[in-house]
């Protein structure tokens, strides 16, 4: 099973540029612990966690930290996982990864590359409170059926406007959406979408109406950032989430 959820990581050759771009949204620079090779920062709203790396992988994809990680590619191996990433050498920083049906990448590393952050000591992002991390998917069963076997759990489903189930695990809730729209991206549940929108739209962000992950009657805004990873906007409506 996966232990602890790291973060979100992207690929950017322009570091700064992409954490302006989400400072301005109220995302915070985390202090990490220098152990990557290659061009590194995390940024964090309190609850989600975003590295921007400047490495050859495409994105974006998920972290997660697994101890004593050697023992458990084994684990994976007999679920039938192929690894895509495998460093395990005595000088090497212990990580590996490995897809799911949807090709979505996902890595594990033996430890933390950054400190836990306490949300209190972050100020609120204009984008509300996260949701989930959405992805899409071709059959919501079988992509369900990969991440259950990763300790994950259904937490909520429907059948509007596509099939979907939000399915939770250590640190992160993941939405499998049945919807050839979507792009994998973060989701977030805040008040006034309208307001949001405009006020994103003064400060030069390009965010426009409507979300793929939810019918036109409900408020939504996607917004679009440099980086490989939109942001969608829900409005916030008690018992439909």
Not at 150 to 169: D, M, N, Q, Y
Request: proline share 5%.
């Amino acid at each position: 099973m996966l232990e602890t959820f790291l973060e979100v990581g992207i690929e950017t050759d322009d570091i700064a540029g992409a954490f302006e771009e989400l400072r301005s949204l109220g995302f915070a620079l985390i202090n990490d612990g220098g152990i990557r090779d290659h061009g590194y920062a995390v940024v964090s709203d309190g609850h989600i966690c975003i590295a921007l790396h400047d490495c050859e992988l495409t994105g974006p994809w998920l972290s997660f930290v697994r101890p004593d990680l050697e023992s458990y590619v084994r684990a994976l191996r007999r679920q039938g996982i192929e690894l895509e990433i495998a460093r395990l050498g005595e000088q090497e920083f212990h990580e590996v990864g490995f897809r799911d049906p949807n090709d979505q990448l996902v890595t594990l590393v033996e430890a933390r590359t950054f400190s836990p952050v306490a949300a209190e000591d972050i100020a609120a992002s204009v984008c509300g409170t996260l949701l989930e991390y959405s992805l899409a998917t071709g059959s919501v069963e079988d992509s369900a059926r990969f991440w259950h076997g990763l300790g994950f759990e259904t937490v909520a489903e429907g059948s509007e406007p596509h099939p979907w189930r939000r399915i939770h695990g250590p640190g992160i809730s993941i939405g499998l959406h049945e919807s050839v729209r979507l792009r994998p991206g973060l989701t977030f549940i805040a008040d006034q979408i309208g307001a949001r929108v405009d006020y994103l739209q003064a400060k030069g962000h390009d965010i426009r109406t409507g979300a793929p992950i939810v019918s036109n009657e409900r408020p939504s805004a996607t917004l679009r950032l440099t980086v490989d990873l939109p942001i969608y906007l829900l409005e916030n409506q008690a018992g439909a989430d």
